[in-house]
Each structure stands twice: as structure tokens, then as C-alpha cells.
């Protein structure tokens, strides 16, 4: 248990300073490092001077999107008509990233702090925290800690409460976890209306990822250009992230660096590399829902919004996974496909009915028994679920579908020719 | 005298208590209904359909709209499971990390014929799940609430003989 | 309020329409039916089949026609190529799991998935070699089946129990590709308005036992009638199939019943085709009712109605037409006159998510237009009057329990062998609601046309045409 590395000499150490240390957990722990200073502070400002320093740090939306944090909180109504709500987005799902897990277990504290300023910087009242429901562990701790700080009554007038959800990916989806909490299917809703004028019961709602809100207390202490000042490439992408490494590498785990990182870095060094004798073959840089990278791209990528973006992927929520020579990319990709038909909410057609047929069409494949045109179709049916449903999960499945057949074509060719051994029955 | 097996209410004393607690903290009595469910999991090993009939009542739902909801979450039992439920995450990232061996080898050891299926001891079902949101200790499983990292096929009879 | 409609063009032709106006509506104006299953102006929006894709110029995307709204000067395009691909693109999605069992199912002919199919077309399938999802038929309720592998999702009829019927009694089931629309085990689709699920059901899913491999739709004929089933006066259409009535459907009309009718007035048609009708004049001779002809039945009524003078009674049906009911008071003007009626009643049952819409208590298409005409609700007091009367009418209510030392004349569409009017110096047959043209007024007092579905039998003619015969002869003045 714990976080399994010490910290790497190429990490900047913000979020993760105190992953492993048990003390931190504790609210006590947590004042003594620090705690609860930022949301003191916060409170004694008007909530509009806060939303202005997260909006001058450049944070961005750490759970997948990367809208600008500030912008998004500044979307309130300014003049509190009816209740303001915080949603707190720890639903976290996407196959590969496992940081906020991380940040649940050892930093509690930092997330609730992060909610509370949030909460008055939107002038909302209560903060809802939807854990998911596999977070069995996180959800003891944060439980422990939030009642610690209700006890010290850090918190003033603020409410926060966790919601547990209960096994479906799509809660990560921002409306869909909205409809979570209200006690309905998790099913996303169209968009308009945003959450900002209608979220969480009809209100005015504000919902983030759990590392973006534990982002902010250190934003607010240190201050915005501090923040800011993190920055390896690119302006428009500052501060630190969490990348969760899994996958071929020797030392899988989270990994805090400033953003422009290089994913080479990241891949050879910080995570030790491919087991011996392996060499990467491929890496999906974002989590699951984004473009899988080639060898040679991966290595020419820079870890922030927009190298990830010039790189022909996305940076998503930072859950790299890695695959190296022995991996059999069809394999994998169906196992992505899978997924996604099994999480699919069943709303939008395409959604419903294209991942399941993507996932027959590659287990048919995989079987021996795949045709010539099924190429073409896979590619066919990409196309008719991007970009025409309510939300991206349709998208998501298709990212690695038409990445991994426009990169590793030949994996797939030579399952359709009879030259590699069928892996799958029928 | 016929016998008819009587409905045995779970909102009753203490947990209607906790009920009542969390019905105070949403604007709606609606919004309840995934904690409330969560409790009769809790209670009852599972959620049988009068018990999503008695959510219904409680919560002024219809019980077609809560048996809506029960469907959409995987981690709600519609059916008995066995007394250690187990949860193999088998996504992509896990899957190359020899997942696959650890159901296998699950299944070996517990005498349960298929994923999904419950041992003829009726102490063991275990399930194939998608991310468990802990690549990085591939493979994680979930046993009950216990939450275990980095299993392997090898560490798998450590497990069953702790359950068991 | 010109300045205040948004301008739009759809397919390049110009349309005005009001503010918060949808695309999919606007287009109707424009002539262009934008193909759609999840959408149903009577139903909230869900935005789920996704069906409905169009361009809109400078969105980044393709936008659903049913959840945009229109903006002023928006230039919406349904025919571009890449409009075109998406709704193939989700009817060959639609298609993968559909059953092509329209030799069998009661939809088709009027299946919005064959008729978009055949719209937008797409010929072949690429899901060759899988086998299709199979779930076995539901019974959800007393007139309706769901059948699950014809169903595309689209749920309208999950928005229609929760959000109109305001009774969720189904749900969406599961997700992804295993999803079904689902029902408790405890529960039933029993609500007096469940029948409209089965009308607002694009494919042939969900059924009614009622009409189940009853008729195919194309020998259907088609009829805009009004429910005679209450007071409430919804707007339907009779379908007939040689000359039988076979189906009661909803008619829209925003103002009365939107688009739905309640089960009661759905199931209210069997009687429409009863075979024991009168359809011969009847006259009584030798102290026996005879058949004869039309001429004699006529004279022998003109003889009574010359030869008497003083108190006339008419008993009458409210189920009659206002223009029967009109004649048939113009027929009594030389006499001292009392007319009344009397409605069955019942239990209301409002569809809960439609201001004043309900099955009414009152089980009567045309209280409110007898009332008009100055038709009495006090039966009672008429029947008494009836006993010493010169003469005495009875339109239209076979069970009558009149009794009178005048003379009697019944006319009607059925005569029991024991019915009380069997006591009549003659009996005139005349058409049902089904096969004659004719006027109610609902409750709200509103005038509303029905329209004849299929042929009187015999010599049975409508009430209209034979009062109208006996009027014109006896040459009375209209009743002021």
C-alpha cells in the first residue's frame, strides 16, 4: 500500500509532496503542513478576488477537458439568486489514470480545502463530492477526514458532502454525474443548458476534478504567478500535473512534473523504462479516450494541452499507458472497445449500438475470422460515432480504434491473412 | 395455514435513522436513492425487487423507476452473490499486466465455475469488472470493500485462504 | 407581433417562426420532415436517437434539429452530404439488431423505421454473420405487449408515463447494447391513458393486444371522427377495414386531446359493428311491429304527428348529433314540447401532465350541444310527462323504460327483443355515429365535425336525414 516510489529529481512536487505519508492524512497533520491556511485566507476574500487568482494561475481543468478553472468559475451569476452548487468530479474511471485515487488516500484534506474555496468563490452553499463506488478505500479516508474538519468547523457555513456512486464510468461525465446525485440514471443530458446556469437539481452548479481542486490551495499560498511560473513549453498550460504511469514500464505509479514535460522523460526515466529487453511500441498519453501515440511520436511528445494536441492525441486526464514489443495491439484495442460498450449509458444510437458492433467486428478478428472490408468498416463506423451524440464517450471508443489501425495496421492485416494465431474463439 | 414468507422492511430503527440523515443533506428526497440503495446492499447482500419497491415508497419513486436506476450501476446486485464478492479488473491496462491469469486462477481456487457464477459453497462469486481506477498495481481487485493491489495468479491462494 | 418572429432558411426556403421555436418544427413550415424517432411534440425533448442530424451553418458540428432552437437568421441545411451520411449512419445502427419480421408486425405500413429507411435508404447491410439480440415478448399491461427486439430506444413511451401519464411505470433497463425498456414485476401498464405507448411507438414494439394481427395498415381506411366515450370531446380517427371498425387512434388537436385519447375511448368501438341492428322501418300493425319501407314508416308517422296536438315528449340520447337533436325538436314546434336526456356517469381520470384533459365522468359526446338545444338533464321528469303525452319520441336510447297512452315512436340504431320501445306504433332505423356526418359539442362548448367511416346497414339512415325528411314534409318552422 502507499505511493510505491520516492520522489524522481525530474518531479516537481506540489500535489504529491505528502503521498505516502500517513500523518498527512489526519487533520491535525494537515495543519501542521500547512492546512487549511489557504481556505482561511480565501474566506476573509470576496469570492470574485479568488475566482481572479485561480483565473491569473493558468490552472486548467485537470480531469480531462482543460478548460481554464478560473474562466469556468467566473461563469456564475455573479448576483446569488437561487442555491450555487460544487460538484466535485472524483468518479475517477478512464482506463489508466489512477491520480486521484492517489490524491483521496494521502491528501484527503487537500481536496476538501480545495472544495471549500471553491465553493466560496462560487458562493455555493453545500459541495457535493461523487466518489466512485469501487473507491472503497478513498472513500473511508475522506470520510475520516471530513469528519475531522466539520469537528474543527474549518469548513464555516460551507457544507460538503460525498456521494458514493455505485459502478458506471460515464459518472465522470459532468452532467451525467449531476444526474447521478439526484438519484437517476447516469445519463448525460444535452448541452445547453451548462451547468453554470442549470447544473445539480436545476441551480447554478460549478463542477471540477478532484486534482484540479487540490491544485488551488497551493495556488492560493503561493500565489498566482508562482503557478504560473510552472511552465515548461507552452503559456497556456501552467502549473504541475499527476500522470499515472501503467501499463509495460518497470515502475508504474503517479508522477507529479511540470507541465511541457517530455513523455520520454516520463517514460524512460521517471518510470524506469520498458521491462528488460522490451522497447515501447506504443503509448496512450490521456487515458483511454485519446489517440494512441507510435513509438516516435511518444518520444516527440511534450506533456501539456497543446504538445499533446501537436502530437496528434490529447492530454486528457494524464493516465499514460504503455505498451511495449510484446503487446498485441488488437488485443487491447478490443479490450478498450469492450469497455466502452460495456459502459455505453444506451441513450444515443451510436453510441449504443457502435461500440458493441466495433467490439464483434474486433473479437471477429481476433477469432481468425475477420474479412478483408473490416477495416474499412471499423474506420466507417469510427466516423459515424465521432462527434454526434450527446457526450464523447461514442468518441472516446473510436480514438483508439482509428489511431491504432492507422498506426499498427499490419497487426491488424495479419490476423485478417491467417498469419498470426486466432486468440480469441468465435 | 399457508405460508407466505413476510416482507421483512429494511427502514426500520437504525437504518431508517441513516436514512433520515442523508435524506437531510440533498434538496430532494429523490436524490437519496443510490445511498438508499447502497443501505439495502449493505443490509441485505443484495437488492431484491421488493426491496426496490420499499426504496420506491420511501422515497416517493415508482418502483419500475428504481429498478431504472438498480440496472444502470453494475456495482448493485440484483441477484444473491456469494459471501466474498470479487471484482478482477480486466480493462486494457490490467489486461497486459496478466489480469486474465488472476481470474483464472480465482475461479481455480474457489470452486466457481464462470465469472458470475457463486461457488457451490456459495462463498465465492467472481466477476470480471472494468477499470478499478489502479492501473499502476495492476492487478487490483476488489474483495467486498477490501480494495487489493498488485495481485498476481501466485497471490491468489494467499487471498482465498484469508476469505475463506 | 411581426418583429418579433426570427427568420431562418431551411433548405434554402424562408421561414418566420416564433422565438424558441425548434429546427425540427420550423422545418415543417419550410415542407421538410426532418426524420426523427426519439422527438414527438408531445413529449419532453431527449435528444437521443440522434436521428434527426442537419447542418447548421458555422456550428462546428452536426446539431440535432430537435433540440436546436432557432436563431435569427440561421441557415439550417437537411440535405448535405454529410447530414445524409450521419442519419444512414444511424439507420443502418438501428437496423443491426431490428428483427425484419414486417410480414408479421402490426407497425408495419405505418413504421416510422420502414419510412425513413425507405426516405434515406441504404441498401445491404454490413452486420452480416451475428446473430441478432433476441429478448422474448412482455406483457406489460391489458392491452399492451412489448415486443424488445423491435425497439429502438427511443423512449417515448418511458417520457410518456413519467412526464405526461406522470405514473413512471416504465423504465429504461440496463445500458449499452443490453438496454430494454423495462417494468417492475409488481407493476402493470394499467393507466387509463397507457394506450397512447403504443401510438407513440415508431416501430412496432409496443402493441395492442387489442389490435394484435388484426388488419395491415395499408387496407386500413381512415376517418376523423370524435370519441363518443365522454364529454371531453378528443379528436380520433376510426379505422376501418371493410367496413368493420377495427381501431380507435388519436387525432392531434392542441386545443382538446393534444395527441393522445385515454383507453376507455380507444376500446369504445365495439359496438360501432354490432350485427343485431334494426334496419328496416318498422310500423305496427295488427299489434305487431312489421318491416316495411321508408314511405309507409314516414306516412304513418306524419298520421300521428297531424292527428295530435297538446303535450309531446322527447327522450334522447346525448350520444345523438346536435343536428338530430336540433331536428328533432323542430318536428314537436306545434306542441306543447319538454325534451331532456340522461348521461351515464362514471369515474374522471385525467391524464395528469395535460391541462383539462380527462376522461370525464360524464360518458357523453353531446350533453353540452342537447343542453344547447334545450334538452332537459331531468329524465325523471320527462319520463313522467312521457305517460300522459299525445306523443312521444325516443331518439336514440334503446333501453328507455318509457311508458305513455300517446303514441310512441322510437328511432334508433339497435331495439332489444325486450325493450320497452318495442311498445312503438313504429320504429325507425337509423345509422350509428360510424356511419353518418355530424356535429358535437364538447364540454368546453366546442363545435366539432365527425365524419362517416363506413355504411349504415339496410335501410338505417342518419337521425338527420330521417328528422329532416319529417320536418321538410310536415313543413314546420325552425324552433327559435
Known amino acids: 500500500m502507499g505511493f510505491p516510489h520516492k520522489p524522481h529529481p525530474k518531479e516537481t512536487v506540489v500535489l504529491s509532496q505528502y503521498f505516502g505519508d500517513q500523518e498527512a492524512r489526519t487533520y491535525k497533520g494537515w495543519v501542521k503542513r500547512g492546512g487549511y491556511e489557504a481556505l482561511a485566507q480565501a474566506l476573509k476574500m470576496a469570492p470574485a478576488a479568488v475566482t481572479e487568482v485561480v483565473k491569473e494561475s493558468g490552472l486548467r481543468g485537470r480531469g480531462g477537458a482543460g478548460f481554464p478553472t478560473g474562466l469556468k468559475w467566473s461563469f456564475m451569476p455573479k448576483e446569488k439568486k437561487k442555491p450555487h452548487y460544487v460538484c466535485v468530479n472524483a468518479d475517477e474511471s478512464e482506463p489508466g489514470t489512477f491520480k486521484d485515487r492517489e490524491i483521496m488516500r494521502w491528501t484527503p484534506h487537500a481536496l476538501l480545502e480545495g472544495t471549500a474555496i471553491a465553493a466560496h468563490a462560487i458562493q455555493a452553499d453545500v459541495a457535493y463530492i461523487y466518489v466512485r463506488g469501487e473507491f472503497t478505500e478513498p472513500w473511508t479516508i475522506l470520510e475520516k477526514a471530513l469528519t475531522e474538519a466539520n469537528a474543527a468547523g474549518v469548513f464555516g457555513t460551507i457544507k460538503l458532502y460525498l456521494h458514493r456512486g455505485a459502478g458506471a464510468y460515464i459518472c465522470g461525465e459532468e452532467t451525467a454525474l449531476m444526474n447521478s446525485i439526484e438519484g437517476k440514471r447516469g445519463n448525460p443530458r444535452i448541452k445547453p443548458p451548462f451547468p453554470a446556469a442549470a447544473g445539480l437539481f436545476g441551480m447554478p452548479t460549478t463542477i471540477n476534478n478532484v486534482e484540479t481542486l487540490a491544485a488551488v490551495p497551493h495556488i492560493l499560498t503561493r500565489g498566482a504567478a508562482w503557478y504560473k511560473g510552472l511552465c515548461l513549453s507552452n503559456p497556456k498550460s501552467t502549473g504541475t500535473k499527476l500522470f499515472s504511469v501503467c501499463g509495460h514500464v518497470q515502475r508504474p505509479g503517479n508522477y507529479e512534473v511540470t507541465l511541457g514535460f517530455p513523455l520520454k522523460d516520463l517514460l524512460y526515466e521517471l518510470s524506469g523504462g520498458m521491462p528488460a529487453g522490451r522497447t515501447l511500441k506504443a503509448c496512450i498519453p490521456g487515458g483511454s479516450s485519446v489517440p494512441i501515440l507510435n513509438r516516435e511520436e511518444s518520444e516527440a511528445c511534450l506533456l501539456d494541452y497543446e504538445g499533446c494536441v501537436a502530437a496528434g492525441t490529447m492530454l486528457g486526464s494524464g493516465g499514460v499507458i504503455v505498451f511495449d514489443d510484446s503487446a498485441d495491439m488488437v488485443y487491447q484495442i478490443m479490450r478498450l472497445a469492450r469497455f466502452y460498450a460495456h459502459e455505453s449509458c444506451a441513450q444515443c444510437t451510436q453510441c449504443r449500438e457502435g461500440t458493441a458492433w466495433t467490439t464483434k467486428i474486433l473479437e471477429r478478428i481476433l477469432a481468425g475470422q475477420g474479412k478483408t472490408q473490416d477495416l474499412d468498416l471499423l474506420l466507417d463506423l469510427a466516423e459515424n460515432m465521432t462527434g454526434k451524440t450527446i457526450c464523447v464517450l461514442s468518441d472516446s471508443c473510436a480514438a483508439p480504434v482509428v489511431s491504432g489501425i492507422k498506426k499498427f495496421r499490419n497487426e491488424f492485416e495479419d490476423y485478417l491473412a491467417g498469419k498470426r494465431k486466432p486468440v480469441m474463439v468465435a | ?164 | 407581433m411581426a418583429d418579433a418572429m426570427i427568420n431562418l432558411t431551411i433548405d434554402d426556403v424562408p421561414v418566420s417562426v416564433p422565438p424558441g421555436t425548434l429546427v425540427i418544427e420550423a422545418a415543417k413550415q419550410a415542407g421538410v420532415l426532418v426524420p426523427h424517432y426519439c422527438y414527438h411534440p408531445g413529449l419532453p425533448v431527449a435528444g437521443v436517437c440522434r436521428m434527426c442530424l442537419v447542418e447548421v451553418e458555422k456550428a462546428p458540428k452536426l446539431q440535432i434539429a430537435c433540440a436546436t432552437p432557432v436563431a435569427e437568421g440561421m441557415v439550417v441545411k437537411t440535405q448535405t452530404p454529410q447530414a445524409k451520411d450521419a442519419r444512414q449512419g444511424v439507420l443502418e445502427l438501428l437496423l443491426i439488431n431490428h428483427p425484419l419480421d414486417c410480414p408479421i408486425c402490426d407497425q408495419a405500413g405505418e413504421c416510422e423505421l420502414q419510412d425513413f429507411v425507405f426516405q434515406e435508404g441504404r441498401p445491404g447491410t454490413r452486420y452480416a454473420d451475428y446473430a441478432k439480440r433476441f429478448n422474448p415478448v412482455e406483457d406489460f399491461g391489458p392491452d399492451v405487449l412489448y415486443v424488445p427486439n423491435r425497439c429502438i430506444l427511443c423512449t417515448r413511451c418511458v417520457r410518456f408515463m413519467e412526464d405526461v401519464a406522470q405514473e413512471p411505470v416504465l423504465n429504461v433497463s440496463e445500458r449499452g447494447d443490453r438496454a430494454f425498456i423495462g417494468i417492475h414485476p409488481e407493476a402493470r401498464l394499467d393507466h387509463p391513458w397507457a394506450g397512447n405507448v403504443v401510438d407513440l411507438c415508431p416501430v412496432g414494439s409496443l402493441l395492442s393486444k387489442d389490435f394484435l394481427h388484426k388488419a395491415r395498415a395499408w387496407e386500413l381506411d381512415k376517418t376523423a371522427s370524435i370519441c363518443t366515450g365522454c364529454s371531453q370531446g378528443c379528436n380520433v380517427t376510426l379505422d376501418t377495414r371493410d367496413e368493420v371498425v377495427v381501431r380507435v387512434r388519436p387525432r392531434p388537436n392542441l386545443e382538446v386531446n393534444r395527441y393522445f385519447i385515454c383507453d376507455h375511448g380507444r376500446m369504445n368501438y365495439r359496438w360501432m359493428n354490432r350485427g343485431d341492428r334494426v334496419d328496416a322501418p318498422l310500423v305496427r300493425r295488427d299489434g305487431a311491429l312489421h318491416a316495411t319501407d321508408w314511405d309507409e314508416a314516414f306516412a304513418r308517422v306524419l298520421t300521428i304527428l297531424r292527428g295530435a296536438s297538446g303535450k309531446a315528449v322527447a327522450l334522447v340520447s346525448p350520444g345523438a348529433s346536435s343536428e338530430a337533436l336540433s331536428l328533432a325538436r323542430r318536428l314537436f314546434s306545434g306542441f306543447d314540447w319538454t325534451g331532456a336526456f340522461q348521461v351515464v356517469m362514471g369515474e374522471e381520470a385525467p391524464l395528469a401532465g395535460v391541462p383539462n384533459l380527462a376522461l370525464r365522468a360524464e360518458r357523453a359526446p353531446n350533453a353540452t350541444g342537447a343542453e344547447q338545444l334545450g334538452y332537459s338533464r331531468d329524465y325523471a321528469a320527462a319520463l313522467t310527462a312521457a305517460e300522459s303525452a299525445a306523443v312521444v319520441l325516443v331518439l336514440d336510447d334503446p333501453d328507455c323504460a318509457v311508458r305513455t297512452s300517446g303514441a310512441l315512436i322510437y328511432a334508433g340504431a339497435v331495439l332489444g327483443p325486450d325493450a320497452p320501445c318495442r311498445a312503438a306504433e313504429v320504429v325507425l332505423p337509423l345509422a350509428n355515429v360510424a356511419e353518418e356526418d355530424g356535429t358535437f359539442v364538447n364540454r368546453d362548448g366546442r363545435v366539432q365535425r365527425y365524419f362517416q367511416a363506413k355504411p349504415a346497414p339496410g335501410m338505417a339512415r342518419p337521425a338527420a336525414w330521417v328528422l329532416g325528411e319529417l320536418t321538410a314534409a310536415l313543413g314546420v318552422a325552425e324552433v327559435s
Open chain 2, 1 to 164: 395455514m399457508t405460508v407466505t414468507e413476510e416482507y421483512q422492511a429494511v427502514f426500520t430503527g437504525k437504518v431508517l435513522e441513516q436514512l433520515q440523515e442523508i435524506l437531510a443533506r440533498y434538496p430532494s428526497k429523490q436524490a437519496a436513492l443510490l445511498p438508499a440503495l447502497w443501505l439495502v446492499q449493505r443490509e441485505r447482500g443484495w437488492i431484491s425487487d421488493r426491496n426496490m419497491a420499499e426504496v420506491g415508497e420511501v422515497l416517493g419513486v415508482t418502483p419500475a423507476y428504481v429498478k431504472g436506476v438498480v440496472t444502470f450501476y453494475t456495482m448493485y446486485h440484483q441477484h444473491p452473490v456469494g459471501k466474498n464478492f470479487v471484482q478482477v479488473c480486466t480493462t486494457s491496462p490490467c489486461n497486459i499486466c496478466g489480469a486474465e491469469g488472476v481470474v483464472k486462477a480465482l475461479l481455480e481456487q474457489t470452486g466457481a465455475k464462470d465469472p458470475g457464477a457463486t461457488s457451490p459453497d456459495g462463498k465465492w462469486t467472481i466477476v470480471e469488472v472494468e477499470c478499478l481506477g489502479a492501473c499502476g498495481f495492476a492487478t487490483p481487485i476488489l474483495v467486498n470493500d477490501d480494495f487489493i493491489e498488485n495481485v498476481t495468479p501466485e497471490k491468489v491462494a494467499e487471498i482465498v485462504r484469508k476469505y475463506r
